[in-house]
């Protein structure tokens, strides 16, 4: 079974050019001061500080706190989202699993903190918004491998109907509810790998 | 086309009877205060005033804040939801659009604003996931009658596949994207009726 590593291309929104360097150390100082200090101690200052960096810099790269607070939680992800097994439906499972199992970390905090968050600060919408559709294209790579297999069918909207799956996740981390058993997970990915309909693509 | 009322079937965690022309009255000076002076306005206190209840017969009834808004905002709801046009994939289409085209109202910023509270309010979060599983299993309705009609298959976890319809429109309020196109509507429940695999139930 190899791994896929997880896109970490940059946002096209955010337009500045960033010096690596400098990139790293306050991704880096972030990290650490969301670990020590949690939540309550995150903030631009607070980083800028830690990185002896300047706000507006950090500004320039990351136009929110949301912003760089979602490249910190995005940079916890390992490297197991989009195993590719061989086998689509199994990676669809595995995906689903390490999603939420990834969400009862405190990752989990962080990104619902991020959600409640973007619902009465534009800033931070618009930069969970940019995540949501980046991650959306990103795991769609899963069923890309599917249609080059012939195991999943050509003429899919992919980055559209990963939103079912990713979705699915973003319910169950906001209503409290991160433990499906794996007989669900498998029961959604089933029912959706082979359709709802008695009789297939017949029925339309 | 007929339509089916919403199922408002009070949840099973509120124990406590209540008296029907009571709950009229508190229900509706709640959306009253609401539809006057928004969600800033709305306070337990201010409801019991304006219908002459006292705050514990309201706190008998609903355990939260958040539980009466649910209840408010649930009664804005139409008769639409669950609309029987007599084919399945119409009824999912219809239920998409209408749930999307419902949170573009006032009805929107209530609900997200309930979304984001649970994320730092137990009882908020309790009264969110008790209205999520009662709305997944509300919503079944649309499959139960394609099985009943032969159109859907047997054997699927209803509430649970239902989730992935109602979890794609909660994705899109919370980032702010509540205009997919009828097509990409239409693409996503026949992606879920017809399968995604290219062999239908074969390739399980």
């Known amino acids: 079974m190899t791994m896929t ?5 940059k946002r096209t929104s955010i337009g500045a050019q960033r010096n ?4 790293d150390a306050i991704l880096t100082a972030a990290a650490e001061i969301l670990r020590e200090g949690g939540l309550s ?6 980083v800028a500080r830690r990185a002896k960096a300047g706000k507006p810099t950090i500004y320039r790269w990351w136009p929110s706190k ?4 979602l490249d910190v939680y995005h940079r916890q992800k390992g490297e197991t989202f989009y ?7 199994e990676d669809l499972i595995v995906f689903l699993e390490t999603l ?6 405190s990752a989990g905090e962080v990104f619902r903190s991020i959600i409640a968050e973007a ?4 800033a931070a919408l618009e930069a969970l918004r940019d995540y949501a559709v980046t991650r959306c294209r990103a795991s769609g790579v899963i069923l890309e491998r599917g249609v080059a297999r012939g195991d999943i069918r ?3 909207d992919i980055p559209l109907v990963m939103e079912l799956f990713s979705s699915f996740c973003w319910q169950r981390l906001l209503t409290g509810r991160l433990n499906p058993s794996r007989d669900q997970i498998a029961h959604i990915v089933d029912a959706v790998l082979t359709g709802f309909a008695t009789t297939g693509r017949d029925a339309q």
């Open 41 to 46: 101690a995150f903030s631009i200052e607070a």
């Open 5 to 9: 590593a997880p896109d970490i291309t």
């Open 20 to 23: 690596p360097a400098s990139e």
């Open 154 to 156: 050509s003429g899919l």
């Open 83 to 89: 195993a590719d097994t061989g086998n689509t439906r």
């Open 119 to 122: 619902q009465s600060d534009p």
């Open 100 to 105: 939420l199992g990834f969400w009862k970390t």
């Open 66 to 69: 949301a912003a760089l607070l």
